[in-house]
């Protein structure tokens, strides 16, 4: 990989992770998510109509932040030529694609809903209601949040393998390891397991982490560990 590719995929990596933790915590602000989603779903639509620009605004942001993996997907594969560095492209870009899908349902979607049921009767607010639990079902928890968790755990551990702890060490491993493994734990939260999801929220603080990890080591050493992967599958 080129010194200007490098510094691209740096630049794509601490973008996503910022852009995410920055969005986060707007919405964290302006329409008190994630803990909203455990409100009926009439209150979720009063909530979001009260603040439906900004709200819709910020869940935008989140998932252009999750569709900035596609391309760190793309360009981190380029630093190995491991098979399992071939894989793991194709995961996180399906892991970008779930995750856009699952989010864009916000701004796209739910604001229709939300005005049905702000100015409909109270049968217009139990369809838009029971709109609002299908697409949270579909598009929220199977596909965005699901499928979002384990393509994006499964997508780390693969660059990990790929990389035979040729690239910042032990700790990055482990850093990256200890985050896949708490994201995945969030396909539990809808089974029952609630009080996974602080698990679920600190292991995506920890992947964020590990994003701005990898890209600072590849612009400090500025060099590909493409050859040392190479090596290490010839061993």
């Known amino acids: 990989m080129s010194r200007s590719s490098q510094r691209l995929t740096a630049a794509l990596l601490i973008g996503a992770a910022v852009l995410a933790n920055l969005?986060?915590?707007?919405?964290g602000s302006a329409f008190d998510y994630p803990a909203?989603?455990?409100?009926?779903a009439g209150e979720?639509?009063?909530a979001f109509s009260a603040r439906q620009v900004p709200v819709s605004a910020w869940?935008?942001?989140l998932a252009l932040s999750a569709a900035l993996l596609a391309p760190v997907a793309?360009?981190?594969?380029?630093?190995?030529?491991?098979r399992t560095m071939r894989l793991a492209v194709a995961t996180g870009v399906a892991a970008a694609g779930v995750q856009v899908v699952g989010l864009m349902r916000w701004?796209?979607?739910?604001?229709g809903i939300a005005d049905r049921y702000v100015a409909g009767d109270a049968a217009a607010r139990?369809?838009?209601a029971s709109d609002l639990e299908t697409i949270h079902r579909v598009l929220g928890t199977l596909v965005g949040e699901t499928f979002g968790y384990l393509l994006t755990a499964a997508w780390t551990i693969l660059v990990l393998v790929a990389f035979h702890?040729?690239?910042?060490g032990r700790w990055f491993t482990a850093l990256g390891v200890m985050a896949a493994v708490m994201i995945a734990t969030g396909v539990l939260v809808p089974l029952g397991f609630a009080s996974l999801g602080l698990v679920n929220f600190l292991g995506y603080a920890l992947w964020s982490v590990w994003l701005v990890a990898l890209a600072i080591v590849l612009v400090r050493d500025g060099r590909s560990p493409t050859r040392a992967s190479e090596l290490a599958l010839a061993q």
């Open 36 to 40: 909203v989603l455990q409100r009926p």
């Open 107 to 111: 701004p796209l979607l739910v604001p």
């Open 44 to 46: 979720i639509l009063e």
């Open 59 to 61: 869940f935008a942001s």
């Open 165 to 168: 702890q040729t690239l910042a």
């Open 23 to 27: 969005a986060f915590i707007a919405l």
């Open 74 to 82: 793309i360009l981190v594969g380029r630093l190995s030529a491991a």
């Open 126 to 128: 139990a369809v838009a």
